[in-house]
T-cell receptor, first 113, second 113 residues
Framework: DQQVKQNSPSLSVQEGRISILNCDYTNSMFDYFLWYKKYPAEGPTFLISISSIKDKNEDGRFTVFLNKSAKHLSLHIVPSQPGDSAVYFC????????????FGTGTRLQVTL | IAGITQAPTSQILAAGRRMTLRCTQDMRHNAMYWYRQDLGLGLRLIHYSNTAGTTGKGEVPDGYSVSRANTDDFPLTLASAVPSQTSVYFC????????????FGEGSRLTVL
């Protein structure tokens, strides 16, 4: 039972355009959401997060939007750059420092010139 | 450089053999985790430890064991490796008070023949 779903295994976007990566979740106890970026042969690195009390969080070119009623979040990258080409994982957890992250299956983003 | 160190980086192992993947962190983080990454399945939690001396089962614990004798080390042992345990294994840690941001190691690629 996949509690965090990323239905698009891959996405190709032209440099300079917007990349939109989507994530859906089923567990209503999740109230903290994160995006991780992973390059080949490296560990995932934290990118941006959002708490359920917000519907948007922005950090430079990266913005995460949360729609709690739809149990959906998205990551927007504007403008996309070739260095953004990586696998992006959505993750979610309930509140609490002892809580564990549940990850989605990942979306491979390819930013083309 | 502070962070998480995993060893070995990669290993080919005969089925039935015992294998221990090592993980050491120098950030004095309380919580540590072992994930496996498989194509189409994302990152799945194997075992975790919220603090030294305690461990817990994740989503896919069968065939694996862990120990947490001290804060820094969190080894993962495959008692008798099987081909389905061929995967990339990531160790991660989380600091006290952190809502969810995990710091990952570089990964250990294990192939069981």
């Amino acid at each position: 039972d996949q509690q965090v779903k990323q239905n698009s295994p891959s996405l190709s976007v032209q440099e300079g355009r917007i990349s939109i990566l989507n994530c859906d979740y089923t567990n209503s106890m999740f109230d903290y959401f994160l995006w991780y970026k992973k390059y080949p042969a490296e560990g995932p690195t934290f990118l941006i997060s959002i708490s359920s009390i917000k519907d948007k969080n922005e950090d430079g070119r990266f913005t995460v939007f949360l729609n709690k009623s739809a149990k959906h979040l998205s990551l927007h990258i504007v403008p996309s750059q070739p260095g953004d080409s990586a696998v992006y994982f959505c993750a979610a957890s309930p509140t609490g420092t002892a809580s564990k992250l549940t990850f989605g299956t990942g979306t491979r983003l390819q930013v083309t010139l | 450089i502070a962070g998480i160190t995993q060893a070995p980086t990669s290993q080919i192992l005969a089925a039935g053999r015992r294998m221990t993947l090592r993980c050491t962190q120098d950030m004095r983080h309380n919580a540590m985790y072992w994930y496996r990454q498989d194509l189409g399945l994302g990152l799945r939690l194997i075992h975790y430890s919220n603090t030294a001396g305690t461990t817990g089962k994740g989503e896919v614990p069968d065939g694996y064991s862990v120990s947490r004798a001290n804060t820094d080390d969190f080894p993962l042992t495959l008692a008798s490796a099987v081909p389905s345990q061929t995967s990339v294994y990531f160790c991660a840690s989380k600091g006290q008070g952190s809502s969810g941001e995990l710091f990952f190691g570089e990964g250990s690629r294990l192939t069981v023949l």
